[in-house]
């Protein structure tokens, strides 16, 4: 599976941590039979005068991985979140907040945030509308059950074919 990541040149957070979270990230991925390959762009991201963030080379076929300092507002509406996952003008975006982002913590509530933000893609939630609450918890809970699954019992093969599905459609509407 093909990312395109852009990371900003200054950024808070130590360089190890962020290095933590992306290693984690690979070996549960490629332990379910799924290799992430990476490109790094320098990543920007400015904003519209109606306040719509505006990012800097966006791949179109690829899920673009932009790692921020925070969350724009535009998503984040003051949540703290750690990240995002979603489809904006067409592109595929998983935005992470290096500042809140962290690697496996609790099993099922607290997962490694590039892994649960990626399932988002691989299960295909950013192609819903909008959610309810509760139906954006059961969302939540799936993606989290499923990061726990591949931290810490490797090697089910429902992930892999969640991927090769979600690579077919995301092929198909390009
Ligand atoms: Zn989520």
């Not at 990230?25 to 519209?48: C, H, K, M, P, W």
């Amino acid at each position: 599976m093909y990312l395109h990541r852009h990371v900003r040149r200054r950024q808070a957070r130590d360089p190890r941590d962020r290095c933590r979270i992306w290693r984690e990230a690979y070996r549960d991925f490629q332990n379910a039979g799924i290799r992430l390959q990476t490109t790094d762009v320098n990543g920007e991201i400015q904003r519209s005068p109606g306040g719509r963030p505006v990012f800097l080379g966006l791949k179109r076929g690829v899920i673009n991985m932009v790692i921020t300092d925070n969350v724009p507002m535009h998503w984040d509406q003051a949540r703290g979140l750690s990240g995002i996952s979603t489809i904006h003008e067409g592109y595929h975006l998983s935005m992470i907040s290096m500042k809140r982002a962290h690697t496996h913590r609790v099993p099922f509530f607290s997962v490694n945030t590039c892994v649960h933000e990626l399932l988002h893609v691989i299960f295909q939630d950013i192609y819903l509308p909008r959610q309810s609450t509760f139906k954006a918890g059961q969302l939540e809970a799936r993606v989290d059950w499923q990061a726990t699954r591949m931290w810490l019992f490797p090697g089910g093969d429902e992930i892999r074919k969640a991927a090769e599905a979600y690579l077919e459609r995301a092929s198909r509407l390009q």
